[in-house]
């Protein structure tokens, strides 16, 4: 999702003292200028072009997660999608997504890049708390694509992120393409939303920053309602940076609230009147949070204890294609930036030698956890079908009676 393309977009360039979009931390995942340099000269052979995969980044680069542990980052505001679920109104059960999505962004003060997943890499959560349970797989190398699916008493969150890139040497500018899909379990409605646009300017002249911007779209297609949400494009020196306006229509077309905020604060929602006015009185959907952060490569708490944990008695339970087992992750955790390098070097290739041994036998790859099949609405939906959760449920049995 977003984080991880804004993620990406930080990574490929680093940062200095200038990068504005730094909300907190103290710079501690600052990059040196001499690197950053290094990495411009690296690029400048690749403007106009979508870089996603076109290279191989130093490992200096990147901070110790993959991008499907990234996708799972947004779970960490399921309290808003649970009570988007609990709603008896269609139109606020939409307020609370826009919401959602808005917050989203918050999260937004990283510097370094995730690692890209490896072909049949996957990334598992169950929630401490018993309240859902994520599961992503990387479906493909190139273009790449990852998927996850969300299992919660409330409601069903399917994710897709394809991530592409254009580099145009003073500017790079991230899409993600696929649809997500959430699922009511109350109501039984299917709501699908899409992406936004992510811009980094000044990437070798002037000062370094990101812009986010375009509609984002929050469709009831139960019932036809829909939330439009207005990203603003920052204008000069600023001007409506983080802005987000919005309005959750009926079937009709007709407004019946009306949303305002910056995604790097608060969410209001207003009620609109017969009139067509906006109510006086408004309700906070959603606000920032307040809390510090004291991880050296600034990971909220959330992500401490859900995302990058791991012990002993969990290595017994995850699969050996868990996101948290990587090598050269844990070896740039751990600080080891050369073993990380060598290692990153030994997935990729390993990789590379995987997909000519598939090449030279004729064989396409097959996914193991999520299956593409075609859908008369959406053209194509990656659906679970595999036996991940039955499969993990006998690790943890052997796990126990060990």
Same mark, same amino acid.
Not at 220 to 243: C, D, I
Not at 301 to 308: P, S
């Given at each position: 999702?977003?984080s991880?393309?804004?993620?990406?977009?930080?990574?490929?360039?680093?940062?200095?003292?200038?990068?504005?979009?730094?909300?907190?931390?103290?710079?501690?995942?600052?990059?040196?200028?001499?690197?950053r340099?290094?990495?411009?000269?690296?690029?400048?052979?690749?403007?106009?072009? @979508?870089?996603?995969?076109?290279?191989?980044?130093?490992?200096w680069?990147?901070?110790?997660?993959?991008?499907?542990?990234?996708?799972?980052?947004?779970l960490?505001?399921?309290a808003?999608?649970?009570?988007?679920?609990?709603?008896d109104?269609?139109?606020?059960?939409l307020?609370?997504?826009?919401?959602?999505?808005?917050?989203?962004?918050?999260?937004?003060?990283? %510097?370094?890049?995730?690692?890209?997943?490896?072909?049949g890499?996957?990334?598992?959560?169950?929630?401490?708390?018993?309240?859902?349970?994520f599961?992503?797989?990387?479906?493909s190398?190139?273009?790449?694509?990852?998927?996850?699916?969300?299992?919660?008493?409330?409601?069903?969150?399917?994710?897709? %992120?394809?991530?592409?890139?254009?580099?145009?040497?003073?500017?790079?500018?991230v #899409?993600i393409?696929?649809?997500?899909h959430?699922?009511?379990?109350?109501?039984?409605?299917?709501?699908?939303?899409?992406?936004?646009?992510?811009c980094?300017?000044?990437?070798?002249?002037g000062?370094?920053?990101l812009?986010?911007?375009?509609?984002?779209?929050?469709?009831?297609h139960?019932?036809?309602?829909?939330?439009?949400?207005?990203?603003?494009?920052?204008g000069?020196?600023?001007?409506?940076?983080?802005?987000?306006?919005?309005e959750?229509m009926?079937c009709?077309?007709d407004?019946?609230?009306?949303i305002?905020?910056?995604?790097?604060?608060?969410?209001?929602?207003f009620?609109?009147?017969?009139?067509g006015?906006?109510s006086?009185?408004?309700?906070?959907?959603?606000? &920032?949070?307040?809390?510090?952060?004291?991880?050296?490569?600034?990971?909220?708490?959330?992500?401490?204890?859900?995302v990058?944990d791991?012990?002993?008695?969990?290595?017994?339970?995850?699969?050996?294609?868990?996101?948290?087992?990587?090598? @050269?992750?844990?070896a740039?955790?751990?600080?080891?930036?050369?073993?990380?390098?060598?290692?990153?070097?030994?997935?990729e290739e390993?990789? !590379?030698?995987?997909?000519?041994? !598939?090449?030279?036998?004729?064989k396409?790859? #097959?996914?193991?956890?999520?299956?593409?099949? @075609?859908? &008369?609405?959406?053209g194509?939906?990656?659906?679970?079908?595999?036996?991940?959760?039955?499969e993990?449920?006998?690790?943890?049995? &052997? &796990?126990?009676?060990?």
């Amino acid at each position: 999702m977003f984080s991880g393309a804004l993620n990406y977009m930080k990574g490929l360039v680093g940062t200095n003292e200038n990068l504005q979009v730094e909300e907190s931390g103290d710079n501690k995942g600052d990059i040196e200028p001499e690197q950053r340099k290094g990495l411009l000269k690296q690029l400048s052979s690749y403007v106009g072009k @979508d870089i996603t995969s076109l290279i191989s980044l130093p490992v200096w680069i990147f901070e110790p997660v993959s991008f499907l542990q990234v996708m799972s980052e947004p779970l960490q505001y399921n309290a808003l999608l649970s009570k988007a679920s609990k709603q008896d109104s269609e139109f606020l059960c939409l307020a609370y997504l826009a919401a959602f999505n808005c917050a989203l962004y918050s999260t937004a003060v990283r %510097t370094r890049k995730p690692f890209n997943p490896i072909l049949g890499e996957t990334f598992e959560i169950v929630d401490k708390k018993g309240e859902f349970r994520f599961l992503a797989e990387q479906v493909s190398h190139h273009p790449p694509i990852g998927v996850s699916e969300t299992i919660s008493e409330d409601y069903t969150l399917q994710l897709e %992120t394809l991530l592409k890139s254009k580099f145009y040497g003073n500017s790079s500018e991230v #899409e993600i393409d696929g649809t997500n899909h959430f699922f009511n379990k109350k109501t039984n409605h299917h709501y699908t939303w899409n992406h936004l646009v992510t811009c980094c300017h000044n990437i070798i002249i002037g000062s370094l920053w990101l812009d986010h911007y375009g509609d984002l779209v929050i469709e009831n297609h139960t019932t036809g309602s829909k939330a439009v949400l207005k990203f603003a494009k920052s204008g000069w020196l600023g001007a409506g940076r983080y802005g987000v306006t919005g309005e959750i229509m009926d079937c009709e077309g007709d407004v019946r609230y009306r949303i305002t905020g910056k995604w790097n604060e608060s969410i209001q929602l207003f009620q609109v009147m017969d009139n067509g006015s906006s109510s006086t009185t408004s309700t906070c959907l959603w606000e &920032a949070s307040k809390e510090p952060i004291n991880n050296k490569f600034l990971f909220p708490r959330w992500v401490e204890e859900n995302v990058i944990d791991l012990n002993d008695e969990y290595k017994k339970i995850l699969p050996i294609t868990d996101s948290r087992l990587r090598a @050269d992750r844990i070896a740039l955790e751990e600080g080891n930036l050369d073993l990380a390098a060598k290692e990153k070097h030994n997935l990729e290739e390993k990789q !590379r030698e995987d997909k000519r041994q !598939r090449v030279a036998e004729n064989k396409e790859w #097959e996914t193991a956890q999520f299956k593409k099949v @075609d859908d &008369a609405k959406f053209g194509y939906r990656w659906n679970y079908s595999g036996k991940y959760w039955e499969e993990r449920e006998e690790r943890v049995k &052997a &796990a126990a009676s060990n």
